[in-house]
Structures are given as C-alpha cells and as structure tokens.
C-alpha cells in the first residue's frame, strides 16, 4: 500500500497567516491526489482533486499543487472558519490511503 | 441536491457481524461516472477507506479488511450496504458512506459524504 505522510501532524495558526500543509507518499502517484477537510464531529469536506483542481464551492484561497511524491496544501489568507483537520489521499493505487492528517489551530 | 445517509445499530457485540447500509437519494446510484464507498475513522484518528463498489457489483476492498468484508448494492432501493464480520472494539469508529467521483481524466475523488454513523462493539 501507498503510504501518506503530512506534515507537519499539527501547528497553531493565526487568522490572515499564509498557511502550508505537506504531503509526502511512499513512491510516485502522478497527480491523483485529493485534499479534505475535517470539523470536530462532522463528514470530511472535499476541497481539491488532481492536485490541484479546486472542487466547485471551495474558496479560491485554498489552493494545491505538486505532483510525484510531493504535495502542498496552501490557504493563503486563513480564515475562523478554516481552522480544522486537513487530509491528503491518494487515488494512483488500490487500496485508497488517506495521510494521518494535519490539524490546524488557533494561535 | 444528492445526499447520502448512513442507517444501522450503533452497538455491535465482539465476534459478531456489522451491518451498514447507505441510502442515496437526490440522484440515481446507477451513475456510470461514480463508485461507493465507504471509509471509517476511529474515536480521535485518522480516515481509513473501507471499500468502493460500482453499481454493477464490482467491488474493489482494503486488503487489510478483505477477509471480513462485503459491500453490495441495491439499486432498486438505491442504496449499498456493508457488512463487516467478526468484529472486534478495533473496528469501533464512525463509518462515513461516500460517493466517489471517477472522471474520465482519472481524476477521482469522494466528493459528497454522509453524515456518518458512530459503530461502538462492546458486549
């Protein structure tokens, strides 16, 4: 199986801060990656797929890129709203993986 | 507006089997572009995919769970269902059905999920 790491597991953050989630998967997966977001006690959100593409609905300060092994994650200007749980995943081989997640909080 | 909802007991006891089903409405689950799926997340850790079937019956699972799981589908009640067998409390979490997105660029994704449903094994 594909391993997903991010980084970093967790860090505080302060609202207007330009923020970068990494992951990193065991061997080449092209660009079939997707970004989630999670809120305490509800269904992970869909924000980004093909590494890049923003879902409809997403703001456009969220944005992904990288491609291989390496992935980013960035909110350019953070928002209340914004602080959560965010999880890669990689769709380039069965069985699917999900990276351990990368919590974001309040500064 | 396709929704998805997750119906089944929340409590299961030790060697017994979990019985889950997911019922699709707003939409057809007889879409040519989408799989099913359904991932787990247990109490204060990470997401971790279950299986995916297609509405023609083809089934695609994790091989960490293959021995003890089914998923089918029903497309007359448009609804797919899971069934887990001899669980243990490692299998307790919430259990989120999801529809996942196949597009013909490869790009995939699970893009609408339900709500979720807290499974706790314990006798």
């Known amino acids: 199986a594909i391993r997903m790491t991010q980084s970093p597991s967790s860090f505080s953050a302060s609202t207007g801060d330009r923020v970068t989630i990494t992951c990193r998967a065991s061997q080449g997966i092209s660009s079939y990656l997707a970004w989630y977001q999670q809120k305490p006690g509800k269904a992970p959100k869909l924000l980004i797929y093909?590494?890049?593409t923003l879902q409809s609905g997403v703001p456009s300060r969220f944005s992904g890129s990288g491609s291989g092994t390496d992935f980013t994650l960035t909110i350019s200007c953070l928002q209340s709203e914004d602080f959560a749980t965010y999880y890669c995943q990689q769709y380039y081989s069965y069985p699917l993986t999900f990276g351990q997640g990368t919590k974001v909080e309040i500064k | 507006q396709l929704q998805l909802q997750e119906s089944g007991p929340g409590l299961v006891k030790p060697s017994e089997t979990l019985s889950l089903t997911c019922t699709v409405s707003g939409g057809s689950i007889s879409s040519s572009s989408y799989y099913w799926g359904w991932i787990r997340q247990p109490p204060g850790k990470g997401l971790e995919w279950i299986g995916s079937?297609?509405?023609?019956?083809?089934?695609y699972y994790n091989p960490s769970l293959k021995s003890r799981v089914t998923i089918s589908v029903d497309t007359s009640k448009n609804q797919f269902s899971l069934k887990l067998s001899s669980v243990t409390a490692a299998d307790t979490a919430v259990y989120y059905c999801a529809r996942r997105f196949v597009g013909a660029d490869g790009s995939e994704s699970f893009d609408i999920w339900g709500q979720g449903t807290m499974v706790t094994v314990s006798s």
């Open positions: 093909a590494a890049s």
């Open positions: 079937i297609y509405y023609s019956g083809s089934t």
